[in-house]
């Protein structure tokens, strides 16, 4: 979704479109939080991009303070098979005991994407987490989307995680956004 997307261009909620794209966001929220991380695969295109750029606080005329070429993460299908792979096993100590999480999602909005059976879905997202006796995270910020069709279903063909934060206080970034 660009800056110069209008309420027009917008899918309408209730329509089938702008439903299916909602219940994906909100299916693949519950998959995260029941650690259903095998079926949470299933859902990602096999050209997956999924990133999040590094925040600066800067002055608005200085723009949204987003850093070209400077990641916190960038990942494809294969390399988050192997984080879940890694998951399953005694190796993964950040996540030993395992995360509890909850993903909240809200004010979506769709439009049809560029190529052909593609949606460009923007949301907003809190995401908390608690793990053991440790403090409680707290992620936010805006995911922008791409949905691609694969048959009757969608599936996830690029994400780009927007933060709120410019510092990170978390111990680590070992579960999914």
Request: proline share 3%.
């Amino acid at each position: 979704m660009s800056e110069t997307t209008t309420a027009a261009e917008l899918l309408p909620v209730g329509s089938d479109d702008y439903s299916r794209a909602a219940l994906f966001l909100y299916r693949e929220a519950q998959l995260l939080d029941d650690a259903r991380f095998e079926d949470w695969l299933e859902t990602l295109h096999d050209e997956l991009v999924y990133e999040m750029p590094v925040r600066q606080s800067v002055m608005p005329k200085d723009g949204t303070g987003f850093v070209d070429g400077m990641t916190f993460l960038t990942e494809t299908r294969n390399s988050l098979l192997t984080r879940v792979r890694r998951l399953q096993t005694e190796q993964a100590w950040a996540e030993q005991p395992g995360s509890r999480t909850r993903h909240l999602v809200a004010n979506v909005l769709v439009e049809r994407g560029a190529a052909e059976g593609e949606l460009n879905v923007t949301s907003a997202f809190l995401v908390t987490r608690t793990r053991a006796d440790l403090p409680y995270d707290f992620f936010s910020g805006e995911r922008r989307d791409v949905l691609a069709r694969d048959g009757e279903r969608l599936l996830l063909k690029r994400r780009q995680i927007l933060f709120d934060q410019t510092v990170m206080k978390s111990y680590n970034l070992s579960i999914f956004l």
